[in-house]
């Protein structure tokens, strides 16, 4: 049984940095793709960050150039490193697993996971 539990999130001043982390626990010698989705009140969930299991990365427009995502594949652990968050950037922010490769394929697109945690809030005020 496959778990992911996000930590991380707060509420903070515009501008400073934030780093959120997903531990994943449940499944063992496998590697996953993962990426980092967030919903705001009376939005759309949307991709932020992702990252393919051979480490290739993808990033939202809106983030690129502030947020950085990694993933520590021997603990399959999945970090978000946020950096000048701004309050357009308030948000629900969930961790989302697969165990495929996702080759070829847009790693930001939710259909393709099938395990996620529930959430940790952001909250960035001006």
């Known amino acids: 049984h496959v778990r992911l539990v996000e930590s991380g999130g707060g509420s903070v001043q515009a501008g400073v940095s934030l780093t959120l982390s997903c531990a994943l626990s449940?499944?063992?010698?496998?590697?996953?793709?993962m990426a980092w989705f967030r919903q705001a009140p009376w939005k759309e969930r949307e991709g932020v960050a992702g990252i393919k299991r051979d480490g290739v990365t993808s990033y939202a427009d809106s983030v690129k150039g502030r947020f950085a995502v990694s993933k520590d594949n021997a603990k399959n652990s999945l970090f978000l490193r946020m950096n000048s968050v701004q309050p357009e950037d308030t948000a629900m922010y969930y961790c989302?697993?697969?165990?495929?490769?996702?080759?070829?394929?847009?790693?930001?697109?939710?259909?393709?996971?099938?395990?996620w945690g529930q959430g940790t809030q952001v909250t960035v005020s001006s």
């Open positions: 989302a697993a697969v165990t495929n490769d996702l080759y070829g394929l847009d790693s930001l697109r939710a259909e393709f996971y099938n395990y």
């Open positions: 449940g499944y063992s010698y496998v590697s996953f793709s």
